[in-house]
Every structure is written in structure tokens, then in C-alpha cells.
Nanobody, 111 residues
Framework: QVQLVESGGGLVQPGGSLRLSCAAS????????KAWYRQAPEKQRELVAIITRTGNTNYADSVKGRFTISRDNAKNMVYLQMNSLKPEDTAVYYC?????WGQGTQVTVSS
């Protein structure tokens, strides 16, 4: 059974940083692309960042230069380092791979 569990969300002031983690189980660690999505209130879920099996990355324009996605295949983990956070980054963040989704972790950027 595939399970994805996110952690690391919370409340942070504008300009601050957070690191999200996603632990996967029941999947082949290096077998799939891994991605982070987010959904803000009353908005559609959007792709934030993706990392391929070979480590290539791609980002939404809104987070380029501020967010970094990485993966650790030995631990079957994917991370999202978020720096210079803005209030508009406030959302529930989800990790995803192979059409499976985690339960999400709330990120709130507010003073």
C-alpha cells in the first residue's frame, strides 16, 4: 500500500523559511518523478516543483529562485526548501508521485 506523509508545515513570517518533507512507503524510491503541489483557499491545486527520477527539476514561475526541491532515494524522501516566503505562498502543500497523494501540510505566511 502506497503512503505519502508530509511534514514541516507551520506558521512563518514573511521572508522566513520552512522545509517540507514527504516520506513515501510502498513505492520504489527511485522509480518515479516526485512533485510538490499546493492549494490555497478558493483556488485550484497548482504544481509548485517537480524532480525527475534522474534529478532534473522544474519550478512554477512564482517560486523560482526561492524554493528548492530535492530527493533522497536511500530514504525514499522528497523535500521542499522554501525561502523568502511570501503571504501568497500560504496554502496546503501536497507531495505526489505516481498519482498518489499525501494528506497535505498547512503553510501559513503571515506577520
Amino acid at each position: 500500500q502506497v503512503q505519502l506523509v508530509e511534514s514541516g508545515g507551520g506558521l512563518v513570517q514573511p521572508g522566513g523559511s520552512l522545509r517540507l518533507s514527504c516520506a513515501a512507503s510502498g513505492t520504489i524510491a527511485s522509480g518515479y518523478h516526485k512533485a510538490w503541489y499546493r492549494q490555497a483557499p478558493e483556488k485550484q491545486r497548482e504544481l509548485v516543483a517537480i524532480i525527475t527520477r534522474t534529478g532534473n527539476t522544474n519550478y512554477a514561475d512564482s517560486v523560482k529562485g526561492r524554493f528548492t526541491i530535492s530527493r533522497d532515494n536511500a530514504k525514499n524522501m522528497v523535500y521542499l526548501q522554501m525561502n523568502s516566503l511570501k503571504p501568497e505562498d500560504t496554502a496546503v502543500y501536497y507531495c505526489s508521485e505516481n498519482n498518489y497523494w499525501g494528506q497535505g501540510t498547512q503553510v501559513t505566511v503571515s506577520s
